[in-house]
Each structure stands twice: as C-alpha cells, then as structure tokens.
C-alpha cells in the first residue's frame, strides 16, 4: 500500500490552491503529496472573480475590470474601483496554470481516481479509491457532503445556484469596461434573485442568472430568465458559446469542528467559502496560506477559526432563510451610497470594527437586531 505525506481527497480550487502554496513556500520539499480526484481537470468548469489591488495571478487573469455596476429595480450605481480592479479567471486557465508547476515536482502526483472512504486512524490516515488504498500523515478532503450540514437546523444553509451563457451578440450592447456586479431588476418572486454580466468586449460577455435561496430551480427557468434578460439588453441576435452551471453552499455551519489532527476538510466542506456571498478564489487564497504556516508550526491542535465576520454572515443567512425575499434590500443598502473601496474590503473580511459599523448602518437594521436577539436568546 503506497504512503503519501499529504494526500487531497479532491483536487478542487481548495486543493490546488493549498498545493500552489505548499510549492511557493518551499516547504513541500521534503513532503510525497498525492491529489485524487475523479474529474482530471481538463476542461473549463467555472469561473472565479474576485478583487485585488496587486499583480496576483496576472497570467492567468483573463479580463480586468476598472469599474462594476450595481442595480435593482429603482436605481443604478456606477462603482469606480481604484485601486482595486475586478478579476476574471476561467477555470481551465487555472487548473492549467497549477498542474504545469506540479508537473516540476517529481514528489507531486494526481491520480484520476473517485474517493470512495477515507478515515483518521490515529497514526495515519486510510484512503479507499475504486482501484486501490492508500495510506499517509495527514488527509485534506474537499468533498462537500450536503447531508452533514442539512441534518441539522441550527446553521441555515442557503445554496446560490446559478447558471450563466458566454454569448456572441449582434449588437455592440456591452460595455467592456465595467462588469455588472449584481443586477436586482429581475423579478423577485420572493427569492434573492440577480442578473450578473462580465463584458468581455462590445458584443461579448458571460449573462449570469444567480439565486440565493433554498430551491433548486429547474434549467429550463435559468435559460427563460436569462433570455429575458438579453431581450432587455437590446439583443436580437445572439449565439451561445459556452455554458455554465453551479451550486455553491452559503452556510455559517462550523465545519472545522469537524477537523481532528490529521484529518482537515478544506474549501466549502471546511468553511472556506464565504458564506453571505458565495466569493471563493479570495477566501480559499487566505486560508491555503494560513493551512500551510499551520502546518509548518506542527501543533497537536485541529485546524479551526472563527472571526466576527462568520458572525456576521451567519446574521444574514438567519434572515434570508426565515425571508428569502430580503436579499435585494440589504445589498442595495449598502450599494447604493458606501464608499466601493470599504465595501470591497468588507467582504474581503479586511475591515476593522468601526469601518464595519459604517457598512452595518446601510442595512436596514430591524431586520438584523431581530435576527441579533434571536441567536442571542439561542445562545449562539
């Protein structure tokens, strides 16, 4: 039974992400790392966006935004970023990007495999594909289990599930300067529902139909809703070049309770992604390099956090799940007049207190002392 240091029990954004860091830091040396993953990777799955100020991940950056623009049914804001720039990498691109550097790493496998089981047995960790076992130090697994945290009431999950059209237009509609950051005009229908559009030139961009809610809806209402959306725009001749689809888990649920010495849930299963937005290349980049400096202190003790701001999002998943129509009223008021800049690092969990009570101000706050009482009364 072949022995790994480290094996990645998925080799998502999470998995990818902590090996690229494990590289940039020179501390995978002296360490065998194995990645399993039953989808290798070689095609473009999704797409990231997130916001920096610095020259990160340029390479692989594929369109950079100065400006985004935030809307609802009664007003529009044009939001100037600077020093910030919005980002754009398509999965393919950085799937690419990490296996060529493990590629340089003879200690450094991936193997095309399903996980089927994997557990903690004291000294090492077990870990059963559909071919073969394996055994190592230390297990990061990044298989969500949806179960784990919907057999439970006292953390609300809200799924944001969307699906988008990389679309050739006609008409020169877009403009390839400024993304659309969320768009609040579509109908509601007593769910958070929102438009999302990256420009790539005059007649190209990604249309995105976004939902916060508990539902799934079913392809055929994304597309409708995404046609209507194009119709609006002023376009009436169109092609559908790619396609996407996805879920992504909001939830305040501790998953890093979970954690025990040598076995670390990693990317949505281990917290990572934001919970009141859904933003994960961000997160997932922190906490990859906050994994690795914990690895390299080797302390006895689990992997785990928790910040005011894992507070803060549990609040508002508390009210979008007893209201799920709420969304567009508690974005709008803090888009519509905080400055971008404070909102930008807010959500990057990069404020301090004060700053943070500037932003809470802009919500409307019947909502969130309601939501405050009731899990204070719950005791958390």
């Excluded at 090492?124 to 697994?141: A, D």
């Excluded at 209402?221 to 009436?236: A, D, F, M, R, V």
């Excluded at 994960?280 to 992997?303: G, I, M, R, S, W």
């Excluded at 690092?345 to 101000?361: G, H, K, P, S, V």
Aim: neutral net charge.
């Amino acid at each position: 039974m072949q022995h790994y240091n480290y094996i990645f029990t998925g080799s998502g954004l999470s998995a990818l992400m902590t090996v690229y860091q494990l590289i940039l830091s020179g501390k995978c040396k002296d360490k065998t790392i194995l990645l399993l993953d039953e989808n290798a990777k070689r095609s473009n799955d999704r797409t990231w966006c997130f916001w920096n100020n610095t020259a990160q991940f340029d390479e692989i950056i594929s369109k950079k935004w100065n400006s985004t623009r935030f809307a609802n049914s009664s007003f529009q804001r044009d939001l100037d970023l600077h020093p910030y720039q919005y980002n754009m990498i398509r999965g393919l691109d950085f799937y690419t990007f990490v296996f060529d550097l493990i590629s340089q790493h003879d200690t450094i496998h991936f193997v095309n495999q399903k996980v089927l089981d994997f557990k903690d047995a004291g000294d090492h960790c077990l870990v059963k594909t559909e071919n073969q076992s394996y055994t190592c130090n230390r297990i990061f697994n990044s298989i969500y289990t949806p179960n784990q945290v919907k057999s439970q009431s006292n953390y609300p999950l809200i799924q944001q599930h969307f699906v988008g059209w990389f679309i050739q237009s006609k008409e020169p509609v877009f403009n390839p300067d400024q993304a659309t950051f969320m768009d609040f005009s579509v109908e509601q229908k007593g769910n958070t529902r929102f438009m999302y559009v990256l420009p790539t030139s005059s007649n190209e961009a990604l249309v995105e139909y976004t939902l916060f809610s508990k539902d799934l809806l079913s392809i055929e209402e994304y597309e409708s809703e995404i046609q209507k959306y194009i119709q609006k725009l002023g376009i009436t001749d169109y092609k559908i070049v790619e396609r996407e689809q996805g879920n992504i888990p909001m939830t305040s649920y501790p998953f890093w309770k979970h954690n025990t010495k040598n076995c670390i849930n990693i990317g949505s299963v281990g917290g990572w992604t934001k919970a009141s937005t859904g933003f994960t290349f961000t997160n997932t980049t922190k906490k990859a390099k906050q994994l690795v400096d914990y690895l390299e202190h080797k302390t006895t003790k689990p992997f785990q956090f928790s910040r005011k701001f894992w507070f803060y999002d549990l609040l508002l998943l508390d009210i979008l799940h007893e209201d799920n129509n709420q969304g567009s009223r508690i974005f709008s008021g803090i888009f519509s007049s905080a400055k971008p800049q404070l909102i930008l690092r807010f959500l990057d969990e990069e404020t301090t207190i004060w700053e943070d009570l500037q932003l809470i101000l802009h919500c409307p706050k019947r909502l969130f002392i309601r939501a405050l009482i009731s899990r204070i009364l719950s005791g958390f």
